[in-house]
């Protein structure tokens, strides 16, 4: 497979090179768009949509709830379609939501301020049912509501003691986010503008059942209805049928043993290739959301990632969903990808994906910080070039970038005067540098009075800020 067939399949497939003529199309391109930061989301489907806006995005995301926002991959926030986030919820979240309770039990039993939380762990399954009931009975609330419902939300923790960056902090987000990976609540509508990092939560199957498209009128974990209803609390650690520590069997009907059974009502993985998230399972406010077996759901999540950036190493798809190398080694027993040769690098492809994809016009897109097209793989000299140093922050996170027919030849900012500015690392030839500054200037006139400053910041980016 050549180099200028893997950048046409990335002009082509992530909708940069003929854009998409909706929101959901073009998530559904590159699987999910990374919401870490919120501007990026709106950015994205900018840069990928025709004559989108964002009340667009946001009739996407809070009145037709046909994307969801949902903790994934890695530890990061993603938007995806609701089908995709149900595989995304089992192959991934679960998970990290293992990993970060049995981080956050220790820290409560260790680093509590003023004092240490006896039993933790059941501690904490009291203050989570506490404040999913507390959700439940308002329907939506921000998390300073929800401190006022549960004021066990105030507990805190001390952390880095001694150290120059000593600091002591409430649980609220810590838990929250603990049951947003479970699964049990999600984020909703911002307070404030589209930017805006402060969300109104939402019970996750509430959510889904008003979805545009759900299965009846709250069917919801468990298959009760009605409004309210949806998935049961969480159960205290002293109840009967307790389940601490698991977040797997906080949810019916959602195998949390990695068996790759399918449970009742689970659907099959469908046919590789399938773009659209047709072979991930269930939608809307079906009973058994994710609707896939855990094994089944990382399957089928490769496939999609192999659709969407393959043919790419192993080592990427590896790196992009956070599997383990036995998880990533049984997801592609299932897929049975077909191994190519990428200049001399071993790489996997879909089995029915190896046929050449023409070569589209020449083309140029400017992306935000963290797109997913930026941050699809691990191994990105191929689309970066010698330009690393100047377009990542230490930690990995990507700025904003100029992109021409699948590489990065720039950088962009957003100036407080409200000019996008450019700054191209490389000579592209005064046709394509015109096209460069054409988009720079569309862009500039969408955003308007808004200002948008990347949350993590790169040399380049900073620089031309100014």
């Known amino acids: 497979m050549t180099l ?34 919120p501007a990026s989301v709106y950015l994205s489907a900018w840069s990928r949509v025709r004559d989108v806006s964002i009340a ?51 820290q409560l039993g260790t680093l509590g301020h003023p004092e240490n939380v006896a039993r ?81 939560w ?28 949806g998935s049961p609390a969480l159960v205290p650690a002293d109840s009967p049928g ?15 043993s990695g068996s790759g059974t399918s449970g009742p009502g689970r659907s099959q993985p469908g046919t590789a290739g399938q773009p659209n998230g047709s072979d991930l399972g269930t939608v809307g406010g079906s009973s058994d959301w994710p609707g896939l077996s855990e094994d089944e759901a990382r399957a089928a999540l490769a496939r999609r990632w192999l659709h969407a950036f393959g043919p790419a190493p192993v080592a990427d798809l590896r790196w992009w969903t956070g599997w383990t190398t036995g998880q990533t080694k049984k997801a592609l027993t299932a897929v049975a990808p077909a191994e190519v040769d990428l200049d ?19 083309w140029i897109a400017l992306l935000p910080a963290l797109d997913p097209t930026a941050m699809g793989w691990q191994s990105r000299d191929w689309y970066v070039g010698p330009h690393r140093p100047a377009l990542f922050d230490r930690s990995g996170n990507i700025g904003p970038t100029v992109w021409s027919d699948g590489r990065i030849v720039g950088a962009w900012c ?29 862009l500039s006139a969408w955003l308007g009075d808004a200002r948008v ?9 900073k620089e031309l800020s100014g």
């Open 4 to 37: 200028a067939q893997r950048r046409a399949r990335l002009g082509i497939r992530h909708h940069l090179a003929a854009r998409a003529t909706t929101v959901e199309e073009a998530v559904g391109g590159v699987v999910a768009l990374h919401a870490t930061d």
């Open 202 to 229: 939402s019970p996750l199957t509430d959510w889904l059942a008003n979805a545009e498209g759900s299965a009846g009128s709250g069917a919801g974990r468990g298959g009760k209805t009605g409004a309210g209803s």
């Open 56 to 106: 667009d995005v946001e009739d996407a995301l809070y009145s037709r709830r046909t994307l969801l926002r949902i903790l994934g991959m890695r530890r990061t926030v993603f938007v995806t379609d609701v089908a995709t986030a149900g595989a995304v919820q089992a192959a991934c979240s679960y998970d990290v939501a293992a990993r970060q309770r049995r981080l956050l039990e220790k």
């Open 414 to 442: 957003h100036r407080p005067s409200g000019e996008v500015a450019v700054r191209l690392l490389e000579d592209i030839g005064t046709e394509k540098t015109a096209a460069v500054d054409a988009e720079a200037a569309r």
């Open 242 to 256: 307790s389940t601490a520590g698991n977040p797997r069997h906080s949810v019916p009907g959602v195998a949390g």
């Open 344 to 362: 001399g690098e071993p790489a996997i492809a879909l089995p029915d994906d190896l046929a050449p994809v023409a070569a589209p016009d020449p």
């Open 453 to 461: 400053v990347p949350k993590f910041r790169t040399p380049v980016e």
């Open 120 to 200: 933790p762990g059941e501690w904490l399954d009291e203050v989570m049912a506490s404040v999913e009931k507390a959700l439940r009975a308002r329907g939506s609330a921000t998390a300073q509501q929800l401190t006022d419902d549960e004021p066990r939300l105030r507990q805190q923790l001390l952390m880095a003691k001694g150290k120059p960056y000593e600091s002591i902090g409430n649980v609220t987000s810590r838990v929250l986010f603990q049951l947003a990976a479970e699964g049990h609540i999600v984020r909703g509508r911002p307070r404030g503008s589209w930017q805006s990092t402060q969300y109104h």
